[in-house]
């Protein structure tokens, strides 16, 4: 399995943006899915968006479409999610995670990192 760890969250207004970053560990990750969820208190986690090893491929849910990038940079074994326009309500705990699968990624990945707290203030 693949370690990850996330960076860049923080404290932003509402309009504001944010780069958070996804370190992964091994000499595999290209050949990874990396996806973004985000949980909020009381909120089931929710997926946000993904991205195949070679970046030809992106999804992103609904509720961040046009608003939030995801890239990834193989050399530095890292993936991004660059969050612009946010707002109060995308304030969660944002993880990184991995999967073989680009389906699989979406609902249930198997490896995940420990979080990153993003918090839009109004």
């Known amino acids: 399995q693949v370690q990850l760890v996330e960076s860049g969250g923080g404290l932003v207004q509402a309009g504001g943006s944010l780069r958070l970053s996804c370190a992964a560990s091994?000499?595999?990750?290209?050949?990874?899915?990396m996806g973004w969820f985000r949980q909020s208190p009381g909120k089931e986690r929710e997926f946000v968006a993904a991205i195949n090893w070679s970046g030809g491929y992106t999804y992103y849910a609904d509720s961040v479409k046009g608003r939030f990038t995801i890239s990834r940079d193989n050399a530095k074994n890292t993936v991004y999610l660059q969050m612009n326009s946010l707002k109060p309500e995308d304030t969660a705990v944002y993880y990184c995670?991995?999967?073989?699968?680009?389906?699989?990624?979406?609902?249930?990945?198997?490896?995940w990192g420990q979080g990153t707290q993003v918090t839009v203030s109004s």
């Open positions: 995670a991995a999967d073989r699968d680009r389906e699989v990624v979406r609902v249930s990945p198997r490896s």
């Open positions: 091994g000499r595999t990750f290209s050949t990874y899915v």
